[in-house]
């Protein structure tokens, strides 16, 4: 068979078409993952500066706006999204009537948001809630009007531009915040980080992207898409929601003197999440684009599959541990004697970074296959989940002695936990893999040795901590530097083969 045999050709492209998909993977995780590191470093910086000029009750008003502009945001926003990167091909027109749709949708949420946060306003007798929430509403229409251009941007494999780009953005966010914080200290300072950050990823991703959406003529030939992108953002809404129970529930039982108990908890999580954000939303898109042009079922699909679980376990499994032993330490450290009720919380709140990390890369990968009915069903019984729980946990903290918001808010973060390790991560990580063709066993063997490390690592800081800092006279900054050198120095010798062994596959 020679090589001008046009039987070869098939086989030839199909096999330069894995090998570029492969690749190009191989390329943009990294850049991403450094990125979106760099972006929670830069975060975690500022936090602590406008912890210490800003009060939790600051925090715990924007907190309370914050489903009144997030949820009508996601449902405009995150579906077309994830419908052009989940796409092989799309046409001009298809892209223009995503586009046109997007828009549209995020001028209904801009509208939406602005009439729920003058409700608000009304029931709580708190007229700044009203002002806030019309302000966060403009960042919806940035976010709409340069959504598409971000996701194109991935669906390109253009990572490093993309990456680039939210670091610029969040830098000078965060420039304005401070500034703002130290010449007036109130809410506003972040109200601007939150809309500058929008407005700069809009005007850059359209400067990089140099796309420019044309008037649609036939907006039927989307249906499909409609659909997914639909279903896509209705199921992320819900699942923001469940998360976000906090911040409807403590408002409506305390009103506003629960705003310290909400501030805190807010925060807590913000830093729970931050892990989870790193890990795995960075591989949104490089997920996204790389398994949607995998045949599904494919060997190929499998493997990648298998590699981004496994290189998202090596941070989730000992970030959930070792957060949760230093949560005290850290939460004084970040913010100081005022925040020190959130340490507590964010103890409790640090587990549930394996089940939302893992949910995560699982939702990424129904994603890829279009499955937006799946994830409509799913977030709706993880919802149902959290409810009972958060009603069971409120009911139960909130009739301890003591402060009752913050008890109430302490069972809260109990039940979320509860809730997510031991009821609902593995369900749905075997419903999710078994739809797209992908052994649950294969991803378990791949989870294993970073959690067996992990829980290594944790022994050897929960002995340290009690050996050495057994006497309370020790500064925060010395013990967490201490147990936190103690356990990555611990991870990185027992996870050393595991480390080095997949950096190896992924260049190969």
Not at 340 to 354: S, V, Y
Request: glycine share 8%; hydrophobic share 55%; aromatic share 10%.
């Amino acid at each position: 068979m020679t090589h001008d045999d046009p039987s070869t050709e098939p086989v030839e492209s199909a096999l330069q078409a894995s090998a570029a998909l492969t690749s190009a993977t191989r390329r943009g995780a990294p850049l991403v993952l450094i990125g979106h590191l760099a972006s929670q470093l830069i975060g975690l910086g500022t936090l602590a500066i406008l912890f210490r000029l800003l009060g939790p009750a600051e925090f715990g008003l924007l907190a309370a706006v914050l489903p009144a502009v997030m949820l009508p945001r996601m449902a405009a926003t995150l579906g077309p999204g994830i419908a052009v990167m989940q796409r092989r091909d799309l046409s001009q027109m298809q892209l223009s009537v995503l586009f046109w749709l997007q828009v549209f949708a995020g001028i209904a949420a801009t509208a939406t948001t602005v009439v729920i946060c003058w409700l608000q306003a009304r029931y709580y007798h708190e007229p700044a809630l009203f002002a806030v929430g019309v302000v966060l509403a403009g960042g919806t229409l940035f976010a709409a009007l340069g959504n598409q251009h971000q996701a194109l941007l991935e669906r390109d494999l253009r990572f490093g531009a993309a990456s680039l780009l939210r670091l610029v953005a969040q830098l000078i966010a965060c420039i304005a915040a401070i500034g703002w914080a130290v010449y007036r200290p109130d809410v506003w300072a972040l109200v601007i980080q939150h809309v500058l950050e929008l407005a700069v990823l809009f005007v850059g991703s359209w400067l990089l992207l140099k796309w420019w959406p044309a008037w649609p003529k036939r907006p039927w030939h989307v249906r499909e898409l409609l659909n997914f992108s639909v279903a896509y953002s209705v199921s992320s809404l819900v699942h923001f929601l469940a998360q976000n129970l906090e911040k409807i529930l403590l408002p409506f039982f305390f009103g506003v003197t629960g705003n310290r108990a909400l501030g805190l908890y807010s925060q807590a999580f913000g830093l729970m999440i931050k892990p989870v954000y790193l890990l795995t939303s960075p591989l949104t898109g490089v997920m996204v684009s790389s398994l949607a042009k995998a045949e599904p079922g494919s060997e190929l699909y499998s493997r990648l599959t298998a590699r981004f679980f496994r290189m998202s376990a090596l941070g989730l499994f000992p970030c959930a541990i070792g957060l949760s032993l230093v949560s005290n330490d850290l939460m004084l450290l970040v913010g100081g004697g005022a925040w020190r009720d959130g340490g507590e919380l964010l103890g409790w709140l640090a587990p549930a970074i394996i089940s939302i990390g893992l949910q995560n890369l699982a939702i990424f990968v129904l994603a890829s296959r279009g499955r937006g009915r799946e994830l409509l069903i799913a977030s709706f019984w993880l919802l149902a989940l959290l409810l009972q729980g958060a009603a069971i946990g409120m009911y139960v903290g909130g009739h301890n002695a003591g402060n009752e918001s913050l008890n109430a808010s302490l069972g809260l973060a109990i039940a979320f936990t509860l809730v997510h390790l031991f009821v609902w991560c593995l369900p749905f990580l075997w419903f999710a893999l078994q739809i797209v063709q992908v052994s649950p066993w294969q991803i378990a063997r791949q989870l294993w040795p970073a959690a067996r490390s992990a829980a290594v690592m944790g022994l050897v800081v929960i002995v340290t901590r009690e050996l050495v800092f057994k006497q309370d006279n020790y500064s925060p900054s010395v013990r967490l530097a201490t147990l936190v050198l103690t356990g990555v120095v611990t991870y990185l010798l027992i996870a050393a083969r595991e480390i080095l062994q997949l950096r190896r596959e992924w260049a190969n």
